[in-house]
Nanobody
């Protein structure tokens, strides 16, 4: 059974930082592209960042230069370091996994976590 569990969300002031973690189990972690998406009420789930198993990284324009995605294969964990946070970053953040190269469409991912809330105050 595949399971993805996010953690690390919380409330921060604008300009602050958070580090999200996604612990994966039940899959060959190193063979999957791992992604982060976010969603606010009434909106579609939005691509944030992804890391292929070959270590290439990809970011949405809205977070490029502020967020960093990384992976620790030994711990079966992917991270999202979020710096210089803005109020518009407020959302539920979801970890996702896909066997193959990354995609920016949420519907093309195979597995999802339950999400962790990130709230950025102004």
């Amino acid at each position: 059974q595949v399971q993805l569990v996010e953690s690390g969300g919380g409330l921060v002031q604008a300009g602050g930082s958070l580090r999200l973690s996604c612990a994966a189990s039940g899959l060959t972690f190193s063979r999957y592209a791992m992604g982060w998406f976010r969603q606010v009420p009434g909106k579609e789930r939005e691509f944030v960042a992804a890391l292929n198993w070959g270590s290439s990284t990809h970011y949405a324009d809205s977070v490029k230069g502020r967020f960093i995605i990384s992976r620790d294969n030994a711990k079966n964990t992917v991270y999202l370091q979020m710096n210089s946070l803005k109020p518009e970053d407020t959302a539920v953040y979801y970890c996702a996994a896909r066997m193959s190269t990354y995609r920016t469409l949420a519907g093309l991912y195979d597995y999802w976590g339950q999400g962790t809330q990130v709230t950025v105050s102004s």
